[in-house]
Each structure stands twice: as structure tokens, then as C-alpha cells.
């Protein structure tokens, strides 16, 4: 149960005066929802209202506060021109002007003969003082509601500065003292606030310096968050490690054999992660390891010969993708190479139904089946193995391991390995995993063919468009990939299916086309044409990252490349990456083109190393972009930013490993505290799955 502490916090934003349904639904576009939504709303930037000159002194341009007497109206001649009102003080008159004015509103605020405060930027027109819209307009009295300095918060339509300025004040009425969860030494050390301090703090900036990431109550914050994250990751993976594994010691026959019929020798990177593994799968307590390794390095070689050490064992593995068609892959792998030594293995999937389903069931409970493949159907109640020893996670590019750690449930004592295709740096390692084991396989097999990577403008689609017409008269088969960015899916939509029906002129039957709003039944049925060469040409939003095996598919035209993020270009290009066959990648921009994304693209030119694209991205873009946020299931942070905070991501991640040794069920004073910390960020599950109390 969440502290009852933090209730006001966490209801609805509708419970604040003045905001009704309606700015609610728009304050969505902004992540907010709840009221604590409205304290991480930090400010982006402030004006500065303290600047109060006579109006003969005003400097133009500038945001000044100045006290006036109303001197007259001037109603327009015309509709198009701005209504006026005339104000002076002792030293020079001004005019304020509003266009599209409501009269009554002005009369009523500034009445003639009367002294008001207002605040604006004031410009000099024709010899004239002016201010257009003032932002303030209030009566002498009630100057303090002019804050000296105003925070200004990122908006959406809909929602103006000052709103957000009310509510935000409101929200921080509510936060309560709470007890301290850092060590207070570290506060100390870093000059850290209190929560509530910093909190108030952040809303509060009085010079520029104070919005920096780096303010000492900017830094409190995102460390906060970043702790809630690191002991979350830190408390599911002390559960998983503490209980009792088993030694997995096969004799490696089963092993020795498969290597034997295998056409081609492990690299050397294949050799030392296998080691790693077997000596985590030998090792008496539970394994959790996480395996890297680009797409085509051969990990689902290394995730067979990992299973087989427990199937020496007479014990059952598994094998868990993602989707149904990567789980078709894996089986199309493993298969034939079961057959060759002499062992079973199954597909279990949500379309296997019937009989077969049934059999199978019976098999993994018997024990008859030694190695399964599947998807999340794995999960399912009623699927009961006789004895699963070891589990692979195949997340290719999403992420969220704990969910699936439930796997090893159904196991007995079950050693984990997961598995990613996407070559992830150390820091989202850790705010993805917490501080797992990992292994990286980190060298392709040799003698693969570079892919041909070039980068063109859009205005060269003519010419590419007339060599995929040869090539693809030559028998070969490619991917023309349109991006689709949320916050415009329908016009991107739009946009792909207009670019299919382009080429559907030139390329006839032979174009076909899947995207994200199809039906999964629908989407296989034309990825099966494409793989069967009845169709050549795959027109395809961003659906094919997810993994498809396509080997005569060696050409890829990716359009507005400059809006995927870098590791997305390389998951993409790696779809076409054959090899042994030349392959050819075509990253088409559209202007403007700015220095920052042409040096993306560049990128992409220059390397294939996943590894460094991923950090180059995390460099470029900060963490939270990597992918794109959304369906990468990355941790999104809203205090902290990983290309700022690195350093503090790496202490929350030791502080999280040393609260775990001195106290893993939080039950201390502190730990009271902490849990109070992962429910103000979230971590509910964390804290209700794995710890008692
Ligand atoms: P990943 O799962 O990492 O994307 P795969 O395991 O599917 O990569 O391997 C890609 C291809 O490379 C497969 O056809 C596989 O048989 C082959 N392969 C794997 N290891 C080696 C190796 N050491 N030498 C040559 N080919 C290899
Ligand atoms: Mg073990």
C-alpha cells in the first residue's frame, strides 16, 4: 500500500482549484495527471519582474513592472487595429495595446484616473513607449502577486504560463515534509536540500544558473529519482540471486556433438561468453545474466549451447521471444540442430491451439520435451514443466525484465539469461537492469561484408527508385522503411501509404506494405509473401525492427532518416545485414537538415559498431530518446538527464547495492524512508512483489 503520507500527492490534478476537466485532458500532452505530476514539472526558464524603472528610464526590450495612472482610452477606428489605452507617471506616458480586445474586460481592468501595476516587455514605436498584452495588470495592493521572478514551465496549447505558475503553487502546498531517505552524509558532501526544500527550490529559480541540471536542488532531485529506479532494479534482482540455484554441470556431450556438426567455429567472443555463462549455470546460487550482442553475432548459438548444458543434465530449458515470428525463427535455428544430436524441442505459442497444444503440454510435463520455444504463452497457468532448469529471454529491443523473471517460476530454481540484440551502454545497462551480470558478444563472425551505407537526399528518389527496378529484376529483395513518430502517426501513416501507392506504379503487384495498425494475422501473411519473394519490395513503418528474417532481403531504403534515433538506424540496417552477400543501406534525409543530424547520418556511415552507435546516441540525445522512449521500455526519468547525471547514476547505483547489504528488506529507519522513496517515484512493484511488510 502506497504510505498514506503521499495521497494528496497522488490524486488526480482535477482536486486542485481552478483546473477542471478540460485543462486536465490537455495537460496530458505534458505527462501530467496527477498532482505529483505538477512538482516534476520543473521550470525551463523565468522571467525576471524585478526590474521596476520609471518609464523615462525604461530600457526597451526588456521585461520591466512599472506603476501607471490611466490616462485614456482609444477605441479603433478600425476592427484590425489594436484597442489603446494611454497610461503615464511622472516622468513619460506609454500606451498599452491588445488586439482582438475584448473592450468591457480592458475598462473594467484599466479604468481612467486610476494607478495600476503592470508587467510586460516594453518597446519603443514612433517615438512612443509601448506594451502590447501586458502580462500583469493589477492594482496597487495587490503588486505581490507579480512574483519578483517567474518560473516559465515548457507548455502545450491550451495552457498558459500563468495557469501552470497557479496550479504549480498550489500542488507544492501539498507536499509534505517527508522523512529524509538519503544518507545524510551524502547530503552533506554534495550540498544537497532536503526533498521539500529542493522541491520548493525548483520552482523557484532566482537567476538563470538556477535552472542548470547541475543546481544543487536539480542535482537532489534527479538523485532521488535515480535511487528509486537503482534500488527497484537492486530489490528484484537480490530476490532472484538469493534464492538457491542449482550446479549445472553437464557432461557436455550433447555440447561436443553440436559443435562437431556445426559449419563454422565460434569466434572468440562467442568462446569467452560461453565460459561465462557455464560458470554462472555451475555456480550454486541463481544466475541472472544479460547477454549483448548485435544482431547477427551469433547469440542464439551461444543461448543453444547454454541450453544443452542443462538438457546434460536431464533438465528442461526455454527459450522466450518477444513474438511469435522471432519464436518461428528461433525454432527454424534449433530445430534441425535437436534433430542432428538427438533431443526434442517444441513451439509453444498463443496460436497453437487444439491437440497439438495438448500434446505438447503433456510432453513438457512428462519431461519428453527437452527444449521449448516460445512466446509469453509460456507464462500461462497451465503450462507445467517437468523440470525447467534454465530459462533465455530473448527481449531483442524491448526491455523490462522483471515482468519476465516470473518465468523461472514455473522452473525449479531456473537459471535466467536475457538476451538483447540492442548494443546498450553501461549507464542504460544499468537504469534498464540495475547492476546485473552482463556478457557482450562484441565481434562479428569474420568474413562478413561491410554494408554499402549511403546517405542522400530525398530529391534523389528518382534515380534509387530506377536501380531497385533492375536490382529488383535481378532477383534481389528489399525493404523501403517509412518512419512513423507518434506524435504525428496519422499524417506519417498517411504519408507511407502514399509513398506505397508511389511505388506501386513502377513496382506493380511486386510492393507490399506492412505497418503498425495492422492486425498481427495481417502483418505475417504479407511478411510470409515477402519471405516467399511474392512480393519484392516491403514497404514498412518501423514493424520490421521487431525482428524479421528475411536472408534475400540485402537493399534497404530508410526515408527521413534524420528522424530515427542512431541505434534504431543500426537495428534497422542489421535486417539486411547478409554478410556474405553485399548489402546495401540507403539513409534518405528531407531539409532542413541540421549539423546535428547530418552528423548522425554520418555516423551511420562511418560504423557499424553498435556499441559506439549506441553511445554516439547516448551522447547526442541522452538516454531517454535512445530508441525512442516509447517503446523502448527504458526507464524514462523526468528529474534526471543521463547525459548530465551519469556520474549520479552510477553512486545511486552502489548506494543501492550497499542498502541492499545492510538492509534488504528496507525495514530499517531508513528503509522506511526508501520505501517511501519507490512509492513517490513509482516503484510500487518493487516494493509489493519482493519485500515483506
Ligand atoms: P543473432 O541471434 O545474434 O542475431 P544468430 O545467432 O542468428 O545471430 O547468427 C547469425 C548467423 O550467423 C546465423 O546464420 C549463424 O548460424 C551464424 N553464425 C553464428 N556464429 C557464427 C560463427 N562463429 N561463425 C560463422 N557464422 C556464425
Ligand atoms: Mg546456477
Same mark, same amino acid.
Given at each position: %500500500?502506497?504510505?498514506?503520507?503521499?495521497?494528496?500527492?497522488?490524486?488526480?490534478?482535477?482536486?486542485?482549484?481552478?483546473?477542471?476537466?478540460?485543462?486536465?485532458?490537455?495537460?496530458?500532452?505534458?505527462?501530467?495527471?496527477?498532482?505529483?505530476?505538477?512538482?516534476?514539472?520543473?521550470?525551463?526558464?523565468?522571467?525576471?519582474?524585478?526590474?521596476?524603472?520609471?518609464?523615462?528610464?525604461?530600457?526597451?526590450?526588456?521585461?520591466?513592472?512599472?506603476?501607471?495612472?490611466?490616462?485614456?482610452?482609444?477605441?479603433?477606428?478600425?476592427?484590425?487595429?489594436?484597442?489603446?489605452?494611454?497610461?503615464?507617471?511622472?516622468?513619460?506616458?506609454?500606451?498599452?495595446?491588445?488586439?482582438?480586445?475584448?473592450?468591457?474586460?480592458?475598462?473594467?481592468?484599466?479604468?481612467?484616473?486610476?494607478?495600476?501595476?503592470?508587467?510586460?516587455?516594453?518597446?519603443?514605436?514612433?517615438? %512612443?513607449?509601448?506594451?502590447?498584452?501586458?502580462?500583469?495588470?493589477?492594482?496597487?495592493?495587490?503588486?505581490?502577486?507579480?512574483?519578483?521572478?517567474?518560473?516559465?514551465?515548457?507548455?502545450?496549447?491550451?495552457?498558459?504560463?500563468?495557469?501552470?505558475?497557479?496550479?504549480?503553487?498550489?500542488? +507544492?502546498?501539498?507536499?509534505?515534509?517527508?522523512?529524509?531517505?538519503?544518507?545524510?552524509?551524502?547530503?552533506?558532501?554534495?550540498?544537497?536540500?532536503?526533498?521539500?526544500?529542493?522541491?520548493? &527550490?525548483?520552482?523557484?529559480?532566482?537567476?538563470?544558473?538556477?535552472?542548470?541540471?547541475?543546481?544543487?536542488?536539480?542535482?537532489?532531485?534527479?538523485?532521488?529519482?535515480?535511487?528509486?529506479?537503482? +534500488?527497484?532494479?537492486?530489490?528484484?534482482?537480490?530476490?532472484?540471486?538469493?534464492? /538457491?540455484?542449482?550446479?549445472?554441470?553437464?557432461?557436455?556431450?550433447?555440447?561436443?556433438?553440436?559443435?562437431?556438426?556445426?559449419?563454422?567455429?565460434?569466434?572468440?567472443?562467442?568462446?569467452?561468453?560461453?565460459?561465462?555463462?557455464?560458470?554462472?549455470?555451475?555456480?550454486?546460487?541463481?544466475?541472472?545474466?544479460?547477454?549483448?550482442?548485435?544482431?547477427?553475432?551469433?547469440?542464439?548459438?551461444?543461448?543453444?549451447?547454454? *541450453?544443452?548444458?542443462?538438457?546434460?543434465?536431464?533438465?528442461?530449458?526455454?527459450?522466450?521471444?518477444?513474438?511469435?515470428?522471432?519464436?518461428?525463427?528461433?525454432?527454424?535455428?534449433?530445430?534441425?540442430?535437436?534433430?542432428?544430436?538427438?533431443?526434442?524441442?517444441?513451439?509453444?505459442?498463443?496460436?497453437?491451439?487444439?491437440?497439438?497444444?495438448?500434446?505438447? &503440454?503433456?510432453? &513438457?510435463?512428462?519431461?519428453?520435451?527437452?527444449?521449448?520455444?516460445?512466446?509469453?504463452?509460456?507464462?500461462?497457468?497451465?503450462?507445467?514443466?517437468?523440470?525447467?532448469?534454465?530459462?533465455?529471454?530473448?527481449?531483442?529491443?524491448?526491455?523490462?525484465?522483471?515482468?519476465?523473471?516470473?518465468?523461472?517460476?514455473?522452473?525449479?530454481?531456473?537459471?535466467? +539469461?536475457?538476451?538483447?540484440?540492442?548494443?546498450?551502454?553501461?549507464?542504460?545497462?544499468?537504469?534498464?537492469?540495475?547492476?546485473?551480470?552482463?556478457?557482450?558478444?562484441?565481434?562479428?563472425?569474420?568474413?562478413?561484408? /561491410?554494408?554499402?551505407?549511403?546517405?542522400?537526399?530525398?530529391?534523389?528518389?528518382?534515380?534509387?527508385?530506377?536501380?531497385?527496378?533492375?536490382?529488383?529484376?535481378?532477383?534481389?529483395?528489399?525493404?523501403?522503411?517509412? /518512419?512513423?513518430?507518434?506524435?504525428?502517426?496519422?499524417?506519417?501513416?498517411?504519408?507511407?501509404?502514399?509513398?506505397?501507392?508511389?511505388?506501386?506504379?513502377?513496382?506493380?503487384?511486386?510492393?507490399? *506494405?506492412?505497418?503498425? !495498425? *495492422?492486425?498481427?494475422?495481417?502483418?505475417?501473411?504479407? *511478411?510470409?509473401?515477402?519471405? !516467399?519473394?511474392?512480393?519484392?519490395?516491403?514497404?514498412?513503418?518501423?514493424?520490421?525492427?521487431?525482428?524479421?528474417?528475411?536472408?534475400?532481403?540485402?537493399?534497404?531504403?530508410?526515408?527521413?532518416?534524420?528522424?530515427?534515433?542512431?541505434?534504431?538506424?543500426?537495428?534497422?540496417?542489421?535486417?539486411?545485414?547478409?554478410?556474405?552477400?553485399?548489402?546495401?543501406?540507403?539513409?534518405?534525409?528531407?531539409?532542413?537538415?541540421?549539423?546535428?543530424?547530418?552528423?548522425?547520418?554520418?555516423? %551511420? !556511415?562511418?560504423?557499424?559498431?553498435?556499441?559506439?552507435?549506441?553511445?554516439?546516441?547516448?551522447? &547526442?540525445?541522452?538516454?531517454?530518446?535512445?530508441?525512442?522512449?516509447?517503446?523502448?521500455?527504458?526507464?524514462?526519468?523526468?528529474?534526471?538527464?543521463?547525459?548530465?547525471?551519469?556520474?549520479?547514476?552510477?553512486?545511486?547505483?552502489?548506494?543501492?547495492?550497499?542498502?541492499?547489504?545492510?538492509?534488504?528488506?528496507?525495514?530499517?529507519?531508513?528503509?522506511?524512508?526508501?520505501?517511501?522513496?519507490?512509492?513517490?517515484?513509482?516503484?510500487?512493484?518493487?516494493?509489493?512483489?519482493?519485500?515483506?511488510?
Amino acid at each position: %500500500m502506497r504510505p498514506e503520507i503521499l495521497f494528496p500527492l497522488f490524486a488526480d490534478v482535477t482536486t486542485i482549484g481552478g483546473l477542471g476537466e478540460k485543462s486536465a485532458k490537455l495537460l496530458q500532452n505534458l505527462g501530467i495527471g496527477k498532482v505529483i505530476d505538477l512538482i516534476w514539472h520543473l521550470p525551463a526558464g523565468l522571467i525576471d519582474r524585478t526590474y521596476t524603472p520609471k518609464l523615462a528610464e525604461a530600457r526597451t526590450g526588456v521585461i520591466a513592472t512599472v506603476k501607471v495612472r490611466v490616462v485614456e482610452h482609444i477605441a479603433p477606428a478600425r476592427k484590425a487595429q489594436p484597442y489603446k489605452v494611454l497610461v503615464e507617471d511622472d516622468t513619460d506616458q506609454m500606451t498599452i495595446s491588445f488586439f482582438k480586445a475584448y473592450p468591457e474586460s480592458i475598462r473594467k481592468n484599466l479604468p481612467v484616473g486610476e494607478i495600476r501595476i503592470v508587467s510586460g516587455k516594453i518597446e519603443r514605436f514612433n517615438n %512612443m513607449l509601448q506594451m502590447s498584452h501586458p502580462d500583469y495588470i493589477v492594482k496597487e495592493d495587490e503588486a505581490a502577486q507579480i512574483a519578483g521572478i517567474e518560473p516559465v514551465y515548457p507548455l502545450t496549447a491550451g495552457i498558459s504560463n500563468k495557469m501552470l505558475n497557479k496550479w504549480i503553487k498550489q500542488a +507544492l502546498l501539498r507536499l509534505p515534509h517527508l522523512p529524509e531517505w538519503q544518507d545524510p552524509k551524502f547530503l552533506t558532501a554534495e550540498s544537497f536540500p532536503d526533498f521539500y526544500t529542493a522541491a520548493e &527550490l525548483a520552482h523557484r529559480p532566482r537567476r538563470p544558473g538556477d535552472l542548470d541540471p547541475n543546481a544543487p536542488e536539480r542535482r537532489r532531485l534527479a538523485y532521488d529519482e535515480l535511487l528509486a529506479n537503482q +534500488l527497484a532494479l537492486a530489490i528484484v534482482r537480490q530476490k532472484v540471486k538469493k534464492q /538457491p540455484g542449482r550446479e549445472l554441470k553437464g557432461n557436455g556431450l550433447l555440447r561436443k556433438k553440436t559443435l562437431d556438426k556445426l559449419p563454422f567455429k565460434l569466434t572468440e567472443a562467442q568462446e569467452r561468453v560461453l565460459k561465462e555463462i557455464f560458470a554462472d549455470q555451475a555456480a550454486p546460487c541463481r544466475m541472472l545474466r544479460l547477454l549483448q550482442g548485435d544482431v547477427g553475432s551469433g547469440k542464439t548459438i551461444v543461448a543453444f549451447l547454454s *541450453m544443452l548444458n542443462a538438457v546434460e543434465c536431464g533438465a528442461q530449458a526455454a527459450i522466450m521471444a518477444p513474438t511469435e515470428i522471432l519464436a518461428k525463427q528461433h525454432l527454424e535455428t534449433i530445430a534441425p540442430l535437436c534433430e542432428e544430436i538427438g533431443i526434442r524441442c517444441e513451439l509453444l505459442t498463443g496460436r497453437t491451439k487444439g491437440k497439438k497444444r495438448v500434446q505438447i &503440454l503433456e510432453d &513438457l510435463a512428462s519431461g519428453k520435451t527437452d527444449i521449448i520455444i516460445g512466446t509469453h504463452a509460456l507464462f500461462q497457468e497451465n503450462v507445467v514443466f517437468k523440470d525447467l532448469a534454465y530459462a533465455v529471454i530473448d527481449e531483442q529491443h524491448r526491455f523490462g525484465v522483471h515482468q519476465r523473471l516470473n518465468l523461472s517460476n514455473k522452473g525449479n530454481k531456473a537459471d535466467i +539469461l536475457v538476451m538483447t540484440a540492442t548494443p546498450i551502454p553501461r549507464t542504460l545497462v544499468l537504469t534498464a537492469y540495475g547492476d546485473m551480470e552482463y556478457s557482450k558478444i562484441d565481434q562479428v563472425p569474420a568474413g562478413r561484408k /561491410p554494408v554499402d551505407t549511403r546517405v542522400m537526399p530525398v530529391e534523389k528518389i528518382g534515380e534509387i527508385v530506377a536501380a531497385l527496378q533492375r536490382k529488383i529484376k535481378d532477383g534481389a529483395r528489399a525493404y523501403w522503411v517509412c /518512419p512513423l513518430v507518434e506524435e504525428s502517426e496519422k499524417i506519417d501513416l498517411a504519408a507511407a501509404e502514399e509513398r506505397f501507392e508511389s511505388l506501386k506504379r513502377y513496382f506493380g503487384a511486386e510492393v507490399g *506494405m506492412v505497418h503498425g !495498425k *495492422m492486425k498481427e494475422a495481417e502483418k505475417d501473411a504479407v *511478411m510470409e509473401r515477402f519471405k !516467399k519473394g511474392e512480393i519484392k519490395l516491403l514497404v514498412a513503418t518501423t514493424v520490421i525492427e521487431v525482428g524479421v528474417n528475411v536472408p534475400e532481403a540485402t537493399i534497404m531504403v530508410i526515408e527521413h532518416a534524420e528522424r530515427f534515433g542512431l541505434a534504431q538506424l543500426h537495428q534497422l540496417r542489421g535486417r539486411i545485414k547478409r554478410g556474405y552477400q553485399a548489402s546495401t543501406c540507403i539513409l534518405l534525409y528531407s531539409y532542413p537538415l541540421s549539423e546535428h543530424s547530418r552528423a548522425r547520418l554520418n555516423i %551511420m !556511415k562511418e560504423t557499424e559498431d553498435g556499441f559506439r552507435i549506441a553511445e554516439e546516441d547516448l551522447e &547526442l540525445r541522452g538516454g531517454g530518446e535512445m530508441l525512442g522512449t516509447r517503446q523502448s521500455g527504458f526507464a524514462e526519468f523526468r528529474l534526471a538527464d543521463l547525459s548530465v547525471h551519469k556520474n549520479l547514476l552510477l553512486t545511486a547505483s552502489k548506494d543501492a547495492k550497499l542498502i541492499m547489504e545492510l538492509d534488504p528488506d528496507l525495514t530499517s529507519e531508513r528503509g522506511q524512508a526508501l520505501r517511501t522513496l519507490l512509492y513517490l517515484f513509482e516503484r510500487d512493484n518493487a516494493v509489493k512483489t519482493y519485500l515483506a511488510g
